[in-house]
């Protein structure tokens, strides 16, 4: 789960940079989760922003930002 987290992250967060997307890093962490309990596979829980923060949640809302959040994600599992 942590070489498939370190990867979505990193292919996503490359994939925006690229795009030109200012984003803020917040890296990935480790902890438990109620969403991911009783799992019995790698599980990663992504979160790529919050609807709250204007900057983020104007850019959660367009099309094109979620698609390359999407590419991201699959290029990060593909990788792994």
């Given amino acids: 789960?942590?070489?498939?987290a370190?990867?979505?992250h990193t292919k996503t967060y490359?994939?925006?940079a690229s795009y030109g997307y200012?984003?803020?890093d917040r890296g990935?962490?480790?902890a438990l989760s109620q969403v991911l309990i009783g799992a019995y596979m790698p599980t990663v829980l992504i979160e790529i922003?919050?609807?709250?923060?204007?900057?983020?949640?104007?850019?959660?809302?367009q099309e094109n930002?979620?698609?390359?959040i999407a590419q991201g994600i699959q290029q990060g599992i593909l990788i792994s």
């Fill in 1 to 4: 789960s942590k070489q498939l």
């Fill in 6 to 8: 370190h990867n979505i």
């Fill in 14 to 16: 490359t994939m925006l």
């Fill in 22 to 24: 200012e984003i803020h």
């Fill in 28 to 30: 990935v962490k480790q």
């Fill in 49 to 61: 922003g919050f609807v709250t923060n204007p900057y983020e949640g104007v850019l959660l809302a």
């Fill in 65 to 68: 930002y979620q698609k390359i």
